[in-house]
């Protein structure tokens, strides 16, 4: 894009001084009119091509002066794209990294609670142990009293 630009700041450059040549020239010859008619008429048709390829130059560079623009614009909007582009690239960053950090809060608070529940698979192990013992005492006990009972019956 900026050769671009470089070249049409060459081209532009380059009509100026044409321009400012076919003007010193056409200055000159104002100021030191001649009479003879053949050379009028070449000078005259001299001055009809210059007028004709001045135009032709104006018009080019016209041209060139709104291609610039269009131009001038489209890096202006690509710089506003990339602007709003890194901002959101910057939001979502920030965002992973909130992320990032709750889930690590979170593999925490799991592991935390995964100690918990196998905190709470020993205890309802252990307890299942003494409600098995427990039972086991209480059919001893009951099978004395049976026997004291038809002892006694």
């Known amino acids: 894009m900026y050769d671009q630009l470089e070249t049409l700041e060459k ?12 003007s010193a020239e056409l200055t000159s010859l ?8 053949k050379e009028f008429a070449a000078l005259k048709s001299k001055l009809e091509n210059s007028c004709a390829e001045r135009d032709n130059l104006k018009k080019q560079l016209s041209d060139f002066d709104n291609r610039y623009q269009s131009l001038a614009e489209a890096h202006h ?3 506003e794209e990339q602007d709003e582009l890194q901002k959101q690239l910057a939001d979502l960053q920030e965002q992973n990294k909130a992320m990032q950090q709750h889930n690590h809060e979170l593999k925490e608070q799991n592991s935390d609670i995964q100690q918990q529940i196998n905190d709470i698979k020993q205890q309802n ?14 059919q001893v006990v009951l099978d ?3 026997r004291i009972d038809q002892m006694d019956g």
């Open 30 to 37: 104002k100021q030191q009119p001649n009479t003879g008619s």
């Open 11 to 22: 081209t532009i450059l380059d009509i100026k001084k044409q321009y400012q040549l076919v």
């Open 125 to 138: 192990s252990q307890l299942q142990q003494k409600n098995k013992l427990a039972s086991e005492r209480t």
């Open 144 to 146: 004395r009293l049976t």
């Open 77 to 79: 909007m690509i710089g």
